[in-house]
């Protein structure tokens, strides 16, 4: 219990510090909780250790961070771009799939890299339009609206191989997927019955958006659709990912003026339970694999191939009316997806999908192109 007690104290100070000295040396705080992991864990100051408690605050942090990415959805910007725009991001996000898994295959990769590979979230998206000021140009929102897609597109395929993985392709893959298919109904059914409930008692749902409500019904509404979803997923034997994502998607739906909801379940996420789990992702990582050669060609393969998958997809922005600049930051942006690379490297670990040295590698290339992609955008975003 004193060992947890004193983990509880290091990974609560890292949470705190961290971000500030992050923002300092201009990283991504997140780059800079698993680094502080690295440090503080076994192979350097061996300072925490990996107990029930600190296992069970990273899952649920893993969980807030999936529930983030999905309330981070626009719905409202999404129908005002239009039919065309929508189709044609839908395309653009649709078109890395078949890319990354050829990608895979030409390096001699396992299939799972082609999830590592395709991957596209929209967490770094998002910062780096809101730093340029272009987050609610055109071209903001194209990108915006691709990530978005792209995301909901990752985490379906990463389902899909949890499934495949567990059970192979059979008559269990059929059952499995009519489960999976149950999943998107039992959204539905919720969507369609919290719009009623909306639309007929406005007044009192008026509470979850309210920011003075002393009960921050808002607040236990999004965490109780959040831990319902992720055990509905749990049950169905699917990765938490789904069910989190799911959920958060489903709020940001129903409540399309979320305002100070959303930067209250925000803050109770990033301001701890996610940094968390980036922490854990630290400490759990092999150092050891840096004194392994094989790592970076690997590590230079995965980063560079992520980027040509999604340079190839982002031509077809140039239907839209995007010039090659814009196309390129598109390009480089989408390739930048760290938050969900990082949970995709440690799916990947749990499924045996990934080695140890391959989990290294995945983590690794979330971090490089985490810092190089969104600063390479910013310097093309910068030229006149």
């Known amino acids: 219990m004193e060992a947890q007690a004193g983990t509880l104290l290091l990974i609560t100070i890292g949470a705190f510090i961290v971000p500030i000295l992050s923002g300092r040396i201009g990283v991504p705080a997140a780059v800079g909780e698993i680094v502080f992991g690295i440090l503080v864990g076994p192979h350097v100051l061996a300072a925490v250790s990996e107990g029930e408690f600190f296992n069970v605050l990273a899952e649920f942090g893993f969980a807030f961070l999936m529930f983030l990415a999905g309330l981070e959805l626009d719905f409202a910007s999404l129908e005002r771009r239009g039919k065309r725009v929508l189709v044609l991001g839908a395309i653009a996000a649709a078109a890395i799939v078949g890319p990354a898994f050829a990608g895979a295959y030409a390096m001699g990769w396992s299939p799972f890299f082609g999830v590592v590979v395709g991957a596209v979230s929209i967490g770094l998206v998002l910062v780096s339009l809101r730093e340029t000021g272009q987050a609610r140009s055109d071209f903001g929102q194209t990108v915006i609206l691709v990530g978005s897609i792209g995301e909901f597109l990752t985490i379906i395929i990463v389902t899909v191989y949890d499934i495949v993985s567990s059970?192979?392709?059979?008559?269990?893959?059929?059952?499995?997927?009519v489960g999976l298919a149950g999943v998107f109904v039992v959204a539905y059914v919720v969507?369609?019955?919290?719009?009623?409930?909306?639309?007929?008692?406005?007044?009192?749902?008026?509470?979850?958006?309210?920011?003075?409500?002393?009960?921050?019904?808002?607040?236990?509404?999004?965490?109780?659709?959040?831990?319902?979803?992720?055990?509905?997923?749990?049950?169905?034997?699917?990765?938490?990912?789904?069910?989190?994502?799911l959920a958060g998607a489903l709020f940001s739906f129903v409540f399309r003026e979320k305002g100070i909801l959303e930067t209250k379940l925000a803050g109770i996420g990033h301001g701890f339970f996610v940094p968390v789990f980036f922490i854990h992702v630290g400490v759990e990582f092999d150092l050891g694999a840096l004194g392994t050669p094989a790592i970076y060609p690997m590590l230079a393969g995965v980063v560079l191939v992520s980027l040509a998958v999604k340079a190839i997809a982002s031509t077809a922005l140039f239907a839209i009316g995007l010039g090659f600049r814009q196309v390129a930051g598109a390009a480089l942006l989408l390739a930048s997806p760290l938050t969900l690379l990082v949970a995709i490297a440690e799916i990947g670990l749990d499924l045996g999908a990934l080695t140890e040295l391959e989990n290294a590698t995945v983590?690794?290339?979330?971090?490089?192109?985490?810092?190089?992609?969104?600063?390479a955008y910013k310097r093309i975003s910068a030229r006149r």
């Open 167 to 177: 059970v192979g392709v059979g008559l269990r893959f059929v059952l499995e997927i």
């Open 191 to 245: 969507l369609k019955t919290l719009r009623l409930l909306v639309w007929w008692f406005p007044v009192q749902f008026s509470r979850f958006i309210d920011i003075d409500d002393p009960s921050e019904v808002g607040v236990r509404a999004g965490l109780a659709l959040m831990i319902a979803f992720v055990a509905v997923t749990g049950l169905l034997g699917m990765e938490a990912i789904l069910g989190a994502f």
């Open 363 to 375: 983590i690794l290339a979330a971090i490089v192109s985490g810092l190089v992609f969104p600063t």
